[in-house]
C-alpha cells in the first residue's frame, strides 16, 4: 500500500495532537489536594 502524502500529514497532525494533549495534563497546574471541611463554601445547613 503506498502512501499518499496528505495521508501522513494527517495522521502526523492527529500524533502529535494526541500526544501534546496527554503531556499537558488538560491544564492542570499546582498541587492536587483535598480542600479542608472548615474551608469549604458549602456546608450542610446552607441548603
Known amino acids: 500500500m503506498k ?3 496528505a495521508e501522513l500529514v494527517l ?3 492527529i500524533a502529535i495532537l ?3 494533549s496527554m503531556l ?3 491544564g492542570q497546574k ?3 489536594y ?3 471541611e472548615k474551608s469549604s ?3 450542610s445547613g446552607n441548603h
Request: charged share 10%; net charge neutral.
Open 3 to 5: 502512501w499518499c502524502r
Open 11 to 13: 495522521y502526523l497532525v
Open 18 to 20: 494526541g500526544i501534546g
Open 24 to 26: 499537558s495534563a488538560c
Open 30 to 32: 499546582g498541587p492536587l
Open 34 to 36: 483535598l480542600p479542608d
Open 41 to 43: 463554601s458549602y456546608t
